[in-house]
């Protein structure tokens, strides 16, 4: 078989793994979509440090660890997750100076404070946002439509820029991508939020259609290059090797990042769903 052929195989048997576990956690409720989301924290914190510090120390150790407690409080503590996370962060940004104040290495502690505590809220606090969303009213349907505009985005981005790509968005950054795949993702993602419309979210007018959308369309992009960015300031290719023919977790959710506390914001305040 050739290599490209397993690799696609792989992917595919991958995804019909994961898919119907992400599937499950959502339909069990928000607790279970906390443990998930607590665990898929963990991975991207890690796989953030295993980048950006290379060499393991009790600092990271603490700052994975951390990554757990931001999708957790949504489920255990909801009327105070603000506050909860807010405690954490203090509380880890005092461990994490302790702890290289303590253990070293003193020249590059500030670096490392600085770029574990990074990791916690980028690939620990945004993320949990999901969770936020699960808890609210209608709230595996509010997930399903965050995933559903991501990956659409992403897809249709893929799509129009096979088709028509000619001018690049940020060839310093990702040289693959262009200006008309970047609309085209657009438009695909309007389109998807006209169909969730249509079909499981009724209640979603056509304004709160185009206002959810949009952001996300310009959102999703910009977190898949800002790891892109991260990835190549450090010569990686891929984050990690966790799902296989998929590279890591945050290579999975990094526009996701992005897009998750937008939508979990406009239900939330916006909306007011609940």
Request: overall charge positive.
């Amino acid at each position: 078989m050739k290599d490209v052929n397993k690799n696609l195989l792989i992917r595919i048997i991958a995804a019909l793994v994961l898919i119907p576990v992400v599937v499950l956690c959502l339909w069990l409720g928000t607790l279970a979509t906390a443990i998930f989301m607590a665990l898929a924290s963990v991975l991207m914190v890690q796989e953030f440090c295993a980048i950006t510090l290379k060499k393991h120390d009790l600092g990271q150790v603490i700052g994975i660890a951390a990554a757990a407690m931001p999708a957790l409080a949504f489920a255990l503590w909801p009327a105070n997750v603000g506050n909860v996370i807010a405690i954490e962060a203090a509380l880890l940004l005092i461990a994490l100076f302790v702890t290289y104040l303590l253990l070293g290495p003193l020249p590059e502690a500030p670096t490392r404070i600085a770029l574990v505590f990074l990791g916690f809220f980028y690939a620990g606090v945004l993320p949990c946002c999901l969770v936020g969303l699960r808890d609210r009213p209608d709230g595996m349907a509010w997930v399903f439509f965050a995933f559903l505009l991501t990956w659409c985005n992403d897809t249709g981005a893929y799509a129009f820029g096979r088709a028509l790509g000619k001018r690049k968005l940020y060839p310093a950054v990702s040289p693959a991508k262009s200006w008309e795949g970047f609309f085209g993702g657009m438009l695909t993602t309007v389109g998807i939020a006209f169909l969730a419309r249509a079909t499981f979210l009724p209640g979603l007018t056509w304004i709160d259609a185009l206002a959810i959308a949009l952001p996300v369309a310009i959102l999703g992009p910009l977190g898949d290059l800002s790891e892109s960015m991260l990835k190549r300031a450090y010569g990686v290719k891929d984050s990690g090797k966790t799902i296989p023919g998929h590279g890591g977790a945050l290579d999975r959710l990094d526009a996701m990042l992005f897009t998750a506390p937008y939508v979990y914001f406009y239900v939330s305040f916006v909306l007011k769903a609940g």
